[in-house]
């Protein structure tokens, strides 16, 4: 009996139950085989937002953004050892062309998007990983006059299956800020492009690193805040290296990874915290006695909120990764909103 091609229809019945049983991998392979890669890319991206069905979000619309990592350059990845998740950052035109002229000063109308996945490993070769699931989807528009409170940019955060309240979108957008002012000499861009060589190294060699924004103060000095926090170690350190600016959970949990880095060099505490909304996130050094790390292991304590109660979440990183060992209700003084505050 002669086997011939199987038809269309049948091709197209046999992929739509791959991408419900099995890996993208195996979806684009018949893709290829076949010639269909149009319609297997619509396929394949049915865990992808839709941006013309998302709603505006301090300021930004998404819809004239739909499927913008089918349209723009993409700029660069970042992997993330922590949570495994793998970010895949692209440029608009505008944005783009201006990274291609190394400019450090981004004109109105510049986008960046950014997708994010998890990773799985590749089951053809194990010691790699692959994109799994979708997980975020984040936008970042300029626009001087418009934004004019956040240094001419906003931001647009979707994270799968979630919904927040105009105020918690408000308050994320000015975290996520306080964090790029990490890099305001970039003109608040933190990504480096990839694939303009030049311009990449450049960009990278612009601006102070993240562990040059913390300072060294006594532990006598801090807020009654601090030295609340300071009192959840277990240590009493003379001095502490503190970071106040805006949080959300996101970039406490993001920050977990460096922390535990500066901790285990340098022996000494780290501190993050947000003293409007009393987040923050501490470190300390984990002495090898006491730990399956080779070289020691961090001790970190984050705080988080849950059912209107707020509480600490203890934990250890361990060569690059989080393992939780337990989480204590704190008390109600720790939200004493008489206590004065500054941010760096």
């Not at 998890?118 to 053809?124: E, H």
């Not at 805006?246 to 993001?254: I, P, W």
Request: aromatic letters at 12%; hydrophobic letters at 35%.
């Amino acid at each position: 009996m002669k086997v011939g091609h199987p038809s269309r229809e049948h091709l197209m019945s046999l992929i739509s139950k791959s991408i419900s049983n099995t890996s993208y991998r195996a979806v684009f392979l018949l893709c290829l085989s076949y010639s269909l890669p149009h319609w297997c890319l619509a396929k394949s991206q049915l865990d992808l937002p839709s941006l013309k069905k998302l709603r505006s979000m301090n300021g930004i619309n998404p819809a004239p953004y739909d499927q913008f990592w089918a349209r723009w350059k993409l700029v660069t990845t970042r992997h993330r050892k922590d949570n495994g998740e793998q970010r895949f950052v692209y440029a608009n035109k505008i944005a783009y062309d201006a990274m291609k002229k190394g400019s450090l000063n981004f004109p109105r109308g510049s986008v960046f998007g950014k997708l994010a996945f998890k990773t799985v490993s590749d089951p053809q070769f194990p010691n790699s990983y692959e994109p799994s699931n979708f997980t975020r989807m984040q936008l970042m528009v300029k626009d001087a006059e418009k934004f004019k409170p956040t240094d001419g940019w906003s931001y647009y955060i979707y994270v799968d299956g979630k919904n927040h309240s105009p105020k918690q979108d408000h308050s994320k957008n000015l975290a996520c800020h306080a964090c790029h002012t990490l890099v305001k000499e970039r003109d608040f861009v933190f990504s480096a492009p990839t694939f303009l060589s030049s311009m990449g190294e450049l960009y990278s060699d612009i601006g102070d690193t993240f562990r040059s924004k913390f300072r060294r103060h006594r532990s006598q000095d801090l807020s009654a805040f601090e030295k609340k926090i300071v009192s959840l170690l277990n240590i009493n350190p003379k001095y502490v290296m503190i970071k106040r600016m805006r949080l959300f959970s996101g970039s406490l949990y993001e920050s977990i990874g460096p922390l535990a880095k500066y901790v285990n060099e340098s022996g000494e505490v780290y501190l993050i915290v947000d003293p409007v909304k009393k987040r923050f996130l501490a470190a300390e050094k984990q002495s090898r006695s006491n730990s399956k790390c080779y070289m020691g292991g961090a001790l970190i304590y984050l705080s988080y909120y849950k059912k209107g109660e707020f509480s600490v979440k203890r934990g250890h990183v361990c060569d690059g990764k989080n393992q939780w060992v337990g989480s204590t209700k704190l008390p109600k003084e720790f939200m004493n909103r008489h206590w004065s505050h500054t941010i760096d």
